[in-house]
């Protein structure tokens, strides 16, 4: 049976907080090598987004789209990434768990459990 997901947590690390409300396109690279987009999702209270579920998460290259700049304009805050995409290659028979650590200037991921 397939239990895969694909999963983030967003948490601001200038304030120390989860980052609510932050839309993240997922697109997955098709067999011509172009973008298609999946669905939007959006964090929740506690900054975590269960992007696809069993069933829909077939193996392949994956794109996140993290649109931060509208979330950082409600705080009266500049960023220097209005959106930060991360790439990564889900060819796993396995769950993905893709955790974004960001500030106005700067960000990080990694690959969680």
Not at 2 to 29: C, D, F, M, Q, W
Not at 72 to 82: H, R
Request: proline content about 6%.
């Amino acid at each position: 049976m397939n239990t895969r997901k694909l999963s983030t947590h967003v948490l601001e690390t200038s304030s120390g907080k989860a980052a609510p409300n932050i839309k993240v396109t997922v697109y997955r690279l098709d067999e011509i090598q172009e973008w298609r987009a999946i669905r939007p999702s959006q964090t929740n209270s506690d900054g975590r987004c269960l992007l696809l579920d069993q069933g829909e998460f077939p193996m392949g290259i994956y794109k996140l789209t993290f649109h931060v700049g509208p979330y950082f304009a409600a705080k009266n805050m500049t960023t220097l990434y209005p959106a930060i995409d991360i790439i990564v290659d889900c060819n796993e028979n396995q769950n993905y768990h893709i955790p974004l650590l960001l500030s106005p200037y700067g960000y990080t991921t990694y690959r969680g459990t």
